[in-house]
């Protein structure tokens, strides 16, 4: 065998070591979903078109069918396949790293008990709470619903969407109470209609950490988290969308009843 090869081996020991780190996040957390360079953890190394290819050795004169015109220098082609065997190699460790730490970083994301995470261009995202989908974004009663609702008993922990800054934890007119959350995207996420705020105007905050308990206050007609989104010019967006792109899914018809 040549010492290529068994670079190769050691590399590809390094590497899967690394991974598993990262794949035991999934046997524990079965809704965990990392969203790496567009794929899930668990395909990004065969999936994905920036994960590195070992190189291959040029095909010898047998493998072609055609005679042997002359003697190749097989220490220089070795040498070559060297340089080109570490870059790759190199390669693959480093995403193999990569993984390793979006894999953390959902673990750390998931402490408080949040129901899913994932890590959308290096940062954290969760879903904010345990519920059922009951009304969704849009038109409703003549009026416009800017936000989702989920549905539980009062006092479901409900969790930051991402990292940020408090910049509101009190009464709220229609949502009795309520948290807003800055984050350093621009963007805001709004949880109405608490029972109990955890958290004060000022307060950092990380993505997974619970921030408030699920209420009914305000103007509602069941204990439910109503979430919205706005974006850095206060337009309210639809957060079903702005999640799944992040790589949370809120998931049901959402044609539960209404609660306000």
């Not at 220098?73 to 396949?81: C, K």
């Not at 190199?90 to 990569?98: D, I």
């Not at 509101?168 to 109470?177: N, Q, R, T, V, Y």
Request: proline content about 5%; hydrophobic content about 40%.
């Amino acid at each position: 065998m040549s010492p290529w090869h068994g670079r190769v081996a050691i590399a590809a020991v390094a590497t899967g070591a690394t991974v598993a780190a990262g794949h035991s996040v999934f046997e524990q957390q079965p809704t965990v979903e990392i969203r790496n360079v567009g794929h899930t953890a668990t395909g990004a190394l065969i999936q994905s078109s920036s994960a590195p290819e070992l190189p291959r050795r040029a095909p010898t004169a047998a493998a072609t069918g055609h005679a042997a015109r002359a003697t190749p220098d097989l220490a220089a082609m070795d040498d070559d396949m060297d340089v080109a065997d570490v870059a790759s190699l190199t390669k693959a460790v480093k995403y193999g790293e990569e993984l390793a730490k979006d894999a953390l970083k959902v673990r750390q994301a998931l402490a408080d008990g949040a129901p899913a995470a994932s890590v959308f261009d290096g940062v954290e995202f969760v879903k904010p709470c345990v519920g059922t989908f009951t009304s969704g974004f849009g038109a409703r009663w003549g009026t416009t619903h800017y936000g989702i609702d989920l549905a539980n008993k009062i006092g479901t922990p409900i969790y930051a969407v991402t990292d940020g800054i408090v910049v509101d934890s009190g009464p709220a007119s229609g949502f009795g109470l309520w948290v807003r959350v800055l984050h350093p995207s621009g963007f805001t996420s709004v949880y109405g209609h608490i029972n109990r705020s955890l958290v004060r105007e000022g307060q950092r905050v990380k993505a997974g950490q619970q921030i408030a308990e699920m209420g009914n206050r305000g103007q509602s007609t069941g204990p439910h988290l109503h979430l919205e989104i706005w974006d850095a010019l206060g337009r309210k967006i639809n957060p079903l969308g702005w999640l799944a792109t992040r790589g949370i899914r809120v998931t049901g018809t959402g044609n539960g009843p209404a609660l306000h």
